[in-house]
């Protein structure tokens, strides 16, 4: 099983980033797909997930900035990233869970994150 993040990197307040997750060595239609992010010295939280019939929800702190989706085809789920601000710095982390809505501590499988940066 590999979850593969890619897509952080440094932007300036304002500005957007895409998010990807390959997913492989599960099927991964049949799983519900989430976003989790942790910034220094906090614990880790939950930013989005989307069902594996493609429901979303996101945290209240999203405030209707980022989308969720995925690709069953590609296998791939994505976090796009728009108004971005500072305290949106944190590790992103891709994971999955699939018979029960993913919570921090109810994940099957952790992606190795990446890293987003934004600076004021």
């Known amino acids: 099983v590999q979850l593969q993040a890619s897509g952080g990197g440094l932007v300036q307040a304002g500005g957007s980033l895409r998010l990807s997750c390959a997913a492989s060595g599960f099927l991964f239609s049949t799983y519900h797909m989430a976003w989790f992010r942790q910034a220094p010295g906090k614990q880790r939280e939950l930013v989005a997930y989307?069902?594996?019939?493609?429901?979303?929800k996101y945290a209240d702190f999203v405030e209707g900035r980022f989308t969720i989706s995925r690709d069953n085809a590609k296998n791939t789920v994505y976090l796009q990233m728009n108004i971005l601000k500072p305290e949106d710095t944190a590790v992103y982390y891709c994971a999955s869970r699939r018979f029960a809505i993913p919570r921090l501590n109810e994940i099957d499988f952790w992606g190795q994150g990446t890293q987003v940066t934004v600076s004021s």
């Open positions: 989307v069902t594996s019939g493609g429901g979303t």
